[in-house]
């Protein structure tokens, strides 16, 4: 099995940037993509940005140029540095990562990091 834990959420102003973290621990062999989603008020989880184990990478039209992802593979940690940040970026973000582990190889989801943009 394997775990993932988000941290860096919090509070920023309008214009300010926050790093969020998320590491994964457990019988882990492989992690493979990796990435980081949100959830507003009301709406539907969305894909943030994604990259792969190569360090490819993909974000959402709403982040693009403010927003950047990477991962640093040997202590299987994904971050996504949030600059420029506004109000509609305020919701719950989930790191999510594929891994292959002693038993199989599936999806996994953090508990999620409130991340507050407001003046």
């Known amino acids: 099995q394997a775990q993932l834990v988000e941290s860096g959420g919090g509070l920023a102003q309008p214009g300010g940037s926050l790093r969020l973290s998320c590491a994964a621990s457990g019988s882990i062999f492989t992690i493979y993509d990796m990435g980081w989603y949100r959830q507003a008020p009301g709406k539907q989880r969305e894909l943030v940005a994604l990259?792969?184990?190569?360090?490819?990478?993909n974000y959402a039209d709403s982040v693009k140029g403010r927003f950047t992802i990477s991962r640093d593979n040997a202590k299987n940690t994904v971050f996504l540095q949030m600059n420029s940040l506004k109000p509609e970026d305020t919701a719950v973000y989930y790191c999510?990562?594929?891994?292959?582990?002693?038993?199989?190889?599936?999806?996994?989801w953090g508990p999620g990091t409130q991340v507050t943009v407001s003046s």
């Open positions: 999510n990562a594929e891994i292959l582990t002693l038993r199989a190889r599936g999806a996994y």
């Open positions: 990259i792969t184990r190569g360090g490819s990478t």
